[in-house]
RNA sequence: GGCGCGGUAGCUCAGUUGGUUAGAGCGAUCGACUCAUAAUCGAUAGGUCGGGAGUUCAAGUCUCCCCCACGCCA
């Protein structure tokens, strides 16, 4: 039994997310991780909440209420909406809790004790009414290259250049209008990535097998330019995790908190430890610790391509920079964009389709298995109403749901709602049994490499396949003439649901356990040996026939929901 | 402007290290079947592989130039 930690990238805890950001790292992640623990094999599969940084405070504010406040609604309301998408995360936890608060000031304390922290001067923009510094999004002013009114501090939304806090004219705070700011003096903490910038190439190279997208991204970082830049990793906010040096404070960083992007991988780690405590498992270290058990832990990280820089680089220097046995990721999972009908989603026009709308609409596997057999593994991909109508419709109505229907239908009709005994293999069958062995070791190929599309394709086949069989073989037609044989016809074909349930549970979690409440079963082990499992429902167990497992989507939904979900224009 | 990923049948996409008649699913057409959610199964038709030049006995697959889309960066 092998031993796999996973995880998705962490969402932000700012609003919810489309479903781009779910095929882009959660749900792909869950497959793997259902997969996983379907083989036997033993899973922590961790994700969280990404709480911290300036969106977060902003957000809060808009919404007249304390962040923390705030962040505590909000991540229970994306706990919520993954359990709806059935999302089987171990823990879903907070990079906001004190596990992680603890965490990142250990990190860097031992970051800053082994020499790969540097204490730089810069100057800020502060607002004295405020009463402190203004940094990105907290200041707006004219843009002095397009002269737009509502620049911040980071950019100019209309011109998209990137700015520089003291660059705008006329600047003013964005928490009270006060116009009488400074620049003042303030020590920052930097990771000096480029001490590091060998170790993480040569380890980059190492690793062959990860897709192109993910060390093309890494090795851009790495040489681009002067190469990897020392990265600066607190900020002058209160929402955050404060400086310290450990357990003991760090003179000259009171007040300041630790950047987002240095505390939020950390989560992965402080997650398990926040499993552990919330009593859903024990001993957290042994997945984490190569020094505690965790060395022979295949650790795999699912993400969007814009997260790559950051795992690539970022968080193996931090952890490479400790020098102590934390484990390292071996193999990165990375995700291009999903459009939405010839466009981008967009959060601020209300284009395309967000978590909570999704299942408003329809049930979760609907949405994993289009968006899983669609993942844009190897170039951005494309939603469109018209092809997923056509294809949930075909793939989970007509090829799978229909062939369940089917055939405990016609098993009803002639023999009753009981595995039927009598007559035995002939050439057909053991050709069935040779063509499932052929496409489940493809389909197990596929799922171990994580090449998500292939596998749903495979999958699709092996659903082909029954109904092949039922068609060639026509037990409505031998029933006529040799009821033993159609018998036998109709036990493999019901045995075929059981198979095809636990086949397809990493997908379509509900229409899996519908299967198997139908049948009657207990037994959802993997069918490893087709010829065996083929069998494993005997004659005379009872089953029921289940209510259509999918229903269709009509042509007046699809045109309801394209008008719906297409957004404002600009 | 620089860089990155792409541009393959009407649609969504596969195509290992260059090698016989370029593949799948959907859609379309025709046929078979009638157990089933007007479902299923089979067959057929569709491509000068973005454009041009080059290397080679041989290029969708390598090199160069150009065009288009998307993204990142300055």
Redesign the pocket.
Same mark, same amino acid.
């Given at each position: 039994m092998a031993r796999h930690l996973i995880t998705s990238a962490i969402p932000y805890i700012n609003g919810i997310k489309h479903l781009g950001n779910l095929i882009g790292s959660q749900l792909p992640a869950d497959l793997y991780a259902r997969y996983q623990r379907a083989r036997g094999h033993e899973v922590l599969f961790l994700c969280a909440t990404d709480e911290h940084g300036t969106p977060a405070e902003l957000a809060a504010a808009k919404a007249g209420k304390p962040v923390a406040e705030y962040c505590a609604e909000m991540h229970d309301i994306q706990a919520q909406i993954a359990d709806g998408f059935r999302l089987s995360f171990d823990h879903f936890g907070r990079s906001s809790s004190p596990q992680n608060h603890k965490l990142t000031q250990a990190f860097a304390g031992r970051l800053a004790d082994v020499g790969l922290i540097k204490e730089v001067t810069e100057e800020q923009v502060y607002s004295v009414a405020d009463g402190r510094f203004l940094p990105d999004r907290y200041i707006e002013g004219t843009c002095p290259n397009c002269g737009f009114e509502s620049a911040r501090g980071d950019q100019c939304d209309n011109c998209?250049?990137?700015l520089d806090p003291t660059d705008l004219i006329n600047p003013h705070s964005t928490i009270s209008g006060a116009t009488d700011l400074e620049v003042r003096e303030t020590k920052h903490l930097y990771l000096r990535q480029s001490e590091l910038k060998n170790d993480l190439a040569a380890w980059i190279d190492s690793k062959k097998d990860w897709p +192109?997208?993910t060390t093309? +991204?890494a090795k !851009?970082w790495l040489t &681009? /330019?002067d190469g990897l830049q020392d990265r600066g990793i607190t900020r002058d906010l209160d929402w955050g995790i404060p400086v310290k040096k450990g357990d003991a404070d760090w003179p000259g960083m009171e007040g300041k908190v630790f950047y987002v992007w240095f505390d939020a991988p950390i989560e992965y780690i402080a997650c398990a430890q926040e499993w552990e405590d919330a009593g859903k498992g024990t001993d957290w270290e042994r997945w984490w610790r190569t020094d505690k058990g965790a060395d022979d832990v295949r650790y795999t990280q699912f993400m969007g *391509? &814009?997260n790559v820089p950051f795992h690539t680089l970022s968080f193996p220097a931090t952890i490479m920079g400790t020098n102590e046995p934390w484990k390292l990721v071996d193999y990165i999972k990375s995700f291009?964009?999903l459009?939405y009908d010839g /466009?981008?989603f967009s959060t601020s026009r209300g284009r395309g389709v967000f978590m909570d709308q999704a299942l408003e609409i329809l049930p979760p596997d609907y949405w994993r298995w289009w968006l899983l057999s669609?993942a844009?593994?190897?170039?951005?991909?494309?939603f =469109?109403w018209?092809?997923f109508q =056509?294809?949930v419709? *075909? &793939?989970?109505? &007509?090829?799978? /749901?229909?062939?369940?229907?089917? +055939?405990t239908?016609?098993c009803r009709?002639k023999f009753g709602e009981i595995v039927p005994a009598g007559g035995s293999y002939g050439p057909a069958e053991e050709q069935l049994i040779a063509d499932l062995t052929t496409r489940l070791r493809a389909y197990e190929g596929f799922m171990d490499g994580i090449e998500v599309? !292939?596998a749903a394709?495979e999958l699709?086949?092996i659903?082909?396949l029954g109904?092949?069989y039922?068609?060639?073989n026509?037990?409505?037609?031998t029933f006529k003439t040799d009821p033993e044989t159609a018998a036998m016809q109709v036990r493999l074909a019901l045995n075929l649901i059981r198979i095809y349930a636990v086949l397809s549970a990493p997908f379509i979690p509900d229409a899996a356990a519908e299967m198997i409440a139908a049948m009657q079963t207990q037994d959802k082990d993997w069918p490893t040996d087709i010829a065996v499992a083929v069998a494993a429902l005997p004659a005379g167990q009872s089953f029921t026939v289940p209510d259509?497992?999918?229903?269709?989507i009509t042509d007046e939904e699809r045109e309801e929901w394209e008008e719906r979900f297409a957004g404002t224009r600009d």
């Open positions: 998209t250049k990137q +192109i997208l093309s +991204i !851009k &681009d /330019g *391509k &814009d291009n964009y459009n /466009g981008q669609h844009p593994e190897s170039s951005d991909a494309e =469109t018209e092809n =056509t294809d419709n *075909k &793939d989970l109505a &007509d090829v799978l /749901g229909n062939f369940v229907s089917r +055939i239908k016609f009709s599309r !292939k394709a699709r086949a659903w082909v109904n092949e039922l068609q060639a026509a037990p409505w037609t259509n497992l999918f229903r269709k």
